[in-house]
């Protein structure tokens, strides 16, 4: 069993900032990828940020330059440092992960969310 656990929503003003972090714990051999998506109110869940195969990192067009993530890889941990919070980013954010348990064998996981939500 691989779970990701997600911590640091929470309410917050425009303008203002929030880290998210996720922490991979299990039986774990390798993470194949890490990333953030986020679900609004009535509409479909959207990938927020994530890695890319390069190495890089990849990110939706309105969060760009808001938005950073970043990975403690001796941690099984990825993080979403927000800034410049504006009200179209309240959602709930879940962390997705592809987690190898076995030489041939992954899983893609999902975190159980965490609201955040921005007050004009």
């Known amino acids: 069993q691989v779970q990701l656990v997600e911590s640091g929503g929470g309410l917050v003003q425009a303008g203002g900032s929030l880290r998210l972090s996720c922490a991979a714990s299990?039986?774990?051999?390798?993470?194949?990828?890490m990333g953030w998506y986020r679900q609004a109110p009535g509409k479909q869940r959207e990938m927020v940020a994530g890695f890319t195969s390069g190495g890089g990192t990849d990110y939706t067009d309105s969060v760009k330059g808001r938005f950073t993530i970043s990975r403690d890889s001796a941690k099984n941990t990825v993080y979403l440092q927000m800034n410049s919070l504006k009200p179209e980013d309240t959602a709930v954010y879940y962390c997705?992960?592809?987690?190898?348990?076995?030489?041939?064998?992954?899983?893609?996981?999902w975190g159980q969310g965490t609201l955040v939500t921005v007050s004009s």
């Open positions: 299990g039986r774990i051999v390798s993470i194949d990828h």
């Open positions: 997705n992960a592809l987690i190898a348990i076995t030489s041939l064998r992954s899983l893609e996981v």
